[in-house]
């Protein structure tokens, strides 16, 4: 029988939730750096204050009762609530203080984090930055279930109930070998990724799902590079393999300065009327109190990307 005088305490919510989230006592214990008998207690607390079992326990798996499964999203809400009214009662009204985990896309993140954090640092030395990098999907999914505070990823998020804000839009560069028929060729038009034998990121990147709707923009059938067996996870080893005559590829103009400096590489680039680009913005819950606080960040964001351009203009021969 429940104890109706019960309430549950914010670590055994946290607990719960953990463990439901990941499915696994030891990777929950060390995601809350506890111990795991500390976590088997604060679940037992839960279970036994409700009268209710919330996740079944076996030696192989665990699994999360129906009722656990019901249970799950109100646990939740309690503790992003919570984490509110804790962050409100530090006295921020728009300032970005305390912790805040910000997921990032890969084809973002190596380029423009650097010049962010450290304009965090400075600015707003309060601010406890945690970094996440996943694919689009992924951010998506831990958006909605409460891990993530904000994403800086490309626009359209496409997900209910998340708000997009745009922040730059990003203009795609062609590279190719250095002794490639574009190779420093300028103002060019769509047709001429006619030429290119494209090499293009696995499947889940949003860059290789950017590319592949602009080879459709210019009546080009992507299906060869869609379905090639060369791919990569990486822009990084992308350009290593165009480095190697493998292939050609799109780099948005953030990434020139790391990643298209090394020798055997060549650039060539669109008429400024060609629309090559992608919108880049933060994503975060409806439900959000800290929209204020986003929006700063997203100001910080976009000097963080003019300023890592400003590195461009070097390899440009400006």
Same mark, same amino acid.
């Given at each position: 029988?429940?104890?109706?005088? #019960?309430?549950?305490?914010?670590?055994?919510?946290?607990?719960?939730?953990?463990?439901?989230?990941?499915?696994?006592?030891?990777?929950?214990?060390?995601? !809350?750096?506890?111990?795991?008998?500390?976590?088997?207690?604060?679940?037992?607390?839960?279970?036994? @204050?409700?009268? +209710?079992?919330?996740?079944?326990?076996?030696?192989?798996?665990?699994?999360?009762?129906?009722?656990?499964?019901?249970?799950?999203? /109100?646990?939740?809400?309690?503790?992003?609530? $919570?984490?509110?009214?804790?962050?409100?009662?530090?006295?921020?009204? @728009?300032?970005?203080?305390?912790? !805040?985990?910000?997921?990032?896309?890969?084809?973002?993140?190596? /380029?423009?984090?650097?010049?962010?954090?450290?304009?965090?640092?400075?600015?707003?030395?309060?601010?406890?930055?945690?970094?996440?990098?996943?694919?689009?999907?992924?951010? +998506?999914?831990? !958006?909605?279930?409460?891990? %993530?505070?904000?994403?800086? *990823?490309?626009?359209?998020?496409?997900?209910?109930?998340?708000?997009?804000?745009?922040? /730059?839009?990003?203009?795609?560069?062609?590279? +190719?070998?250095?002794?490639?028929?574009?190779?420093?060729?300028?103002? %060019?038009?769509?047709? $001429? *990724?006619?030429?290119?034998?494209?090499?293009? %990121?696995?499947?889940?990147?949003?860059?290789?799902?950017?590319?592949?709707? !602009?080879?459709?923009?210019?009546?080009?059938?992507?299906?060869?590079?869609?379905?090639?067996?060369?791919?990569?996870?990486?822009?990084?080893?992308?350009?290593?393999?165009?480095?190697?005559?493998? @292939?050609?590829?799109?780099?948005?103009?953030?990434?020139?300065?790391?990643?298209?400096?090394?020798?055997?590489?060549?650039?060539?680039?669109?008429?400024?009327?060609?629309?090559?680009?992608?919108?880049?913005?933060?994503? #975060?819950?409806?439900?959000?109190?800290?929209?204020?606080? #986003?929006?700063?960040?997203?100001? *910080? +964001?976009?000097?963080?990307?003019?300023?890592?351009?400003?590195?461009?203009? $070097?390899?440009?021969?400006?």
């Amino acid at each position: 029988m429940s104890n109706k005088e #019960y309430r549950p305490t914010l670590a055994q919510l946290r607990t719960f939730v953990t463990i439901a989230e990941n499915k696994h006592f030891g990777t929950a214990a060390n995601k !809350l750096s506890i111990s795991q008998p500390s976590l088997s207690q604060a679940l037992v607390a839960l279970e036994t @204050g409700l009268d +209710v079992q919330l996740i079944e326990r076996s030696t192989r798996k665990v699994i999360v009762t129906p009722i656990g499964e019901k249970l799950l999203p /109100y646990a939740k809400a309690t503790l992003e609530a $919570a984490d509110a009214f804790i962050h409100q009662s530090r006295g921020a009204h @728009g300032d970005l203080t305390g912790p !805040l985990t910000i997921g990032v896309i890969p084809t973002v993140a190596p /380029y423009v984090l650097p010049e962010l954090l450290r304009g965090l640092k400075d600015e707003f030395p309060e601010l406890e930055p945690r970094i996440v990098e996943e694919q689009t999907k992924h951010l +998506v999914t831990q !958006l909605r279930e409460g891990q %993530l505070d904000v994403a800086l *990823m490309a626009l359209p998020s496409d997900g209910s109930g998340l708000i997009d804000l745009p922040l /730059y839009d990003e203009r795609f560069t062609i590279v +190719v070998p250095e002794n490639h028929s574009l190779a420093g060729e300028s103002n %060019l038009g769509l047709q $001429a *990724m006619d030429q290119l034998d494209l090499l293009l %990121l696995d499947d889940g990147h949003c860059l290789r799902d950017q590319v592949v709707d !602009l080879c459709r923009a210019a009546s080009i059938n992507p299906a060869e590079a869609a379905d090639s067996v060369t791919r990569a996870s990486s822009l990084t080893t992308i350009l290593q393999l165009v480095v190697a005559g493998l @292939g050609t590829t799109l780099v948005p103009e953030s990434a020139l300065q790391t990643e298209c400096t090394r020798p055997g590489l060549a650039l060539a680039t669109f008429d400024e009327s060609v629309v090559a680009q992608r919108t880049i913005g933060l994503v #975060y819950r409806s439900s959000s109190s800290r929209i204020a606080e #986003y929006e700063k960040l997203g100001e *910080m +964001v976009k000097r963080a990307f003019e300023r890592t351009l400003e590195g461009n203009k $070097a390899l440009a021969g400006a």
